[in-house]
């Protein structure tokens, strides 16, 4: 059973370009959340998707961010114009719908550089 | 609303030595309470968690954390070091109603010194 997967692991992008970052949770899940960690830092929360629905995006900048989970394919984090203070690991999770717990599995993260 | 304060943003212990990495947090409500381990460049693997029942949670490792209301705390322990311990450790919570994310601590680094 394949775990949350995530890619690319590695990214470099310069200033002004997009990055898209792929998040496929592990089989059953239907629960994907977005976080960014930067250096140095714990992880911050920015985004909680349900398919085709965003549930919670209170962690979100308000611009130039945006996060997709449609019915078929990966959750798509998009990030446009990068700027260098996007450089960050940015970490997906994700819950099955009915988990008590709260428990999210992660995936191993994109490493963004913005140049 | 929720915050996690992990003192020591670095601790290092002799092998063999205890392992002690404090979590506090503060709830408006009882929270779920988790513990993860960061190893350099991977994503986080969940040591363990508290829910209900049984304040004192053993998980993978041979770490334990206990939960303790009345210190809002959660700290994580291990009797004995092991070199391979050596990673980033942080301590997260979640509400157990409502907003299902995580609010995570700023992490402890821990440093085995064989």
């Known amino acids: 059973n394949a775990g949350v997967m995530q890619n690319p692991r590695h990214l470099v992008r310069r200033r002004g370009q997009e990055a898209r970052l792929r998040c496929s949770p592990m089989k059953g899940h239907s629960h994907v959340y977005w976080y960014r960690q930067l250096p140095e830092e714990g992880l911050k929360f920015m985004v909680y998707l349900q398919k085709e629905n965003i549930i919670d995006e209170s962690g979100m900048p308000k611009e130039r961010f945006s996060a997709e989970f449609p019915k078929e394919g990966p959750s798509i984090l998009r990030i446009q114009q990068v700027v260098r203070g996007d450089s960050a690991a940015y970490f997906c999770?994700?819950?099955?719908?009915?988990?008590?717990?709260?428990?999210?599995?992660f995936g191993p993260g994109t490493r963004l550089t913005v140049l | 609303a929720q915050s996690v304060t992990q003192l020591g943003s670095h601790v290092s212990v002799s092998e063999g030595a205890l392992v002690l990495l404090r979590c506090n947090y503060s709830?408006?409500?009882?929270?779920?309470l988790f513990w993860y381990v960061q190893y350099p460049n991977q994503g986080l693997q969940l040591l363990l968690k508290y829910t209900t029942g049984a304040t004192l949670v053993k998980g993978i490792n041979g770490f334990e954390a206990e939960f303790k209301k009345s210190e809002t705390s959660f700290h994580l322990t291990k009797p004995s070091a092991h070199m391979s311990d050596a990673a980033e450790y942080f301590c997260?919570?979640?509400?157990?109603?409502?907003?299902?994310?995580?609010?995570f601590g700023t992490g402890t680094r821990l440093t085995v010194i064989p």
């Open positions: 709830s408006s409500v009882p929270p779920y």
């Open positions: 997260a919570v979640s509400e157990q109603t409502g907003a299902n994310n995580l609010f």
């Open positions: 999770a994700s819950s099955p719908a009915l988990l008590a717990s709260n428990e999210q599995f």
